[in-house]
């Protein structure tokens, strides 16, 4: 069988290709950048995927957009949660926040390692 080229862009409707679905669980685990560099790691890791990856894969785009904007959605989240601090209701909603982003961010990852498209269930679509 014929393999792909992954120099050239892939055709939109076809599965993904090995190195695709392995581009699309980087860009989905590239937000744990955010545990060493809080707040602006966990966007970073994703956008530099997607800037570097968008031409050459629907796919990888798609899944990058996807980690993006929820990455970007928990760090508005996690600014809100510190600022709740001041009435201590923010620590256990930081608490929370923190699982459900490991939590999701796992489960994204495992999806596009199988090929499968991945929306987190909630997110702000900020990058189109």
Known sequence: ???????????????????????AMIAHLAAFVGLVLP???NIIGPLVVWLTRRDTSAFVATEAK??????????????????LTLVTVGILLGAVLFV???????????????????????????VK
Do not use: H
């Open 1 to 23: 069988m014929n393999e792909p080229n992954p120099a050239e862009p892939s055709v939109p409707g076809t599965p993904p290709t090995q190195d695709e679905r392995t581009w």
């Open 39 to 41: 707040l602006a790691g």
């Open 66 to 83: 996807e980690a993006l904007n929820f990455n970007i959605s928990v760090a508005l989240a996690a600014v809100v949660c510190w600022l």
């Open 100 to 126: 459900i982003w490991l939590v999701m961010t796992i489960i994204a990852a495992i999806k596009a390692s199988e090929g499968i498209a991945y929306r987190y269930p909630v997110s702000l679509r900020l």
